[in-house]
């Protein structure tokens, strides 16, 4: 087993896995609003959390929790300007964010399309810092990341074999993904790693064969970049359709 003692949820189809993880985001909120009066994040882009976010937009989510109290973080983005179709920022704030009363200093997202993009890493955990009351050392501890998967096995932008993957200190990093020709910034496996909560969303039988190697094949993180995640006090849920758990053997159909 690559990952220490995930969690999983496992249902009919994606409709079924959004409405769920919905719930799942719902409470988290409603707990850390009411333990420390606010609830942190980091939101992940792809289709599977469209859906979700488009849900938290409606009744009853949209009136149970307090999105004035909710502060937004990014996983990762791509080196695009916000308003760019590609944007991760862009897709949340079409699905979930416009829809609702949040305050703009609430929504720390990723400024992907500077040109310094080491400075722009550096200054969004400047950010995350300065939200955190905290600066260098151990990363503060978001309530919740959501992550996806990729085809070859990455999550945020945490490629194989590039140079995120061997961050130990910096919180946030723009990395150099070879294959795509361009770079992003992503949160670190560190960074990730120190959150209260870790969901992944995946649906759909191309998810299956990745997800069966990322889980139960051998430990190669550098190959398989979702293996870095595993946090170190938090919980690790992963929010499957059927077709997604279908060649896992822990998972019973």
């Known amino acids: 087993m690559s990952m220490s003692n995930p969690i999983f949820h496992v249902f009919p189809d994606a409709d079924q896995l959004s409405r769920a993880a919905a719930d799942e985001v719902a409470g988290a909120a409603e707990r ?52 760019h179709p590609d944007s991760n920022f862009r897709m949340a704030n079409e699905a979930l964010l416009h829809k609702l009363d949040i305050p703009a200093c609430n929504l720390h997202r990723m400024q992907g399309e500077r040109t310094d993009l080491a400075a722009a890493a550096r200054d969004y955990a400047a950010e995350i810092g300065r939200v955190f009351a905290t600066s260098a050392g151990v990363p503060p501890s978001l309530d919740l990341v959501l992550l996806g998967m ?28 070879q294959v795509k020709g361009t770079y992003r910034l992503t949160l670190t496996a560190p960074m990730i790693n120190r959150a209260a909560q870790v969901m992944f969303l995946l649906a759909g039988a191309d998810k299956a064969a990745i997800l069966a190697e990322v889980l139960e094949g051998p430990h190669d993180p550098q190959r398989l970049p979702s293996q870095l995640i595993r946090p170190t006090a938090g919980s690790l849920h992963f929010f499957l359709d059927q077709a997604a758990a279908a060649q896992l053997k822990r998972v019973k159909p």
């Open 150 to 177: 990729g085809p070859e096995g990455h999550t945020a932008s945490l490629f194989p074999n590039t140079i995120a993957l061997e961050q130990t200190s910096h919180w946030v990093v723009a990395n150099h993904v």
């Open 32 to 83: 850390a609003i009411a333990v420390c009066g606010r609830f942190t994040i980091a939101l992940s882009g792809g289709s599977t959390p469209r859906r979700l976010f488009q849900l938290l937009a409606e009744s009853p989510y949209r009136e149970r929790i307090r999105w004035p109290r909710v502060e937004f973080f990014w996983g990762d983005e791509r080196t695009v300007p916000p308003d």
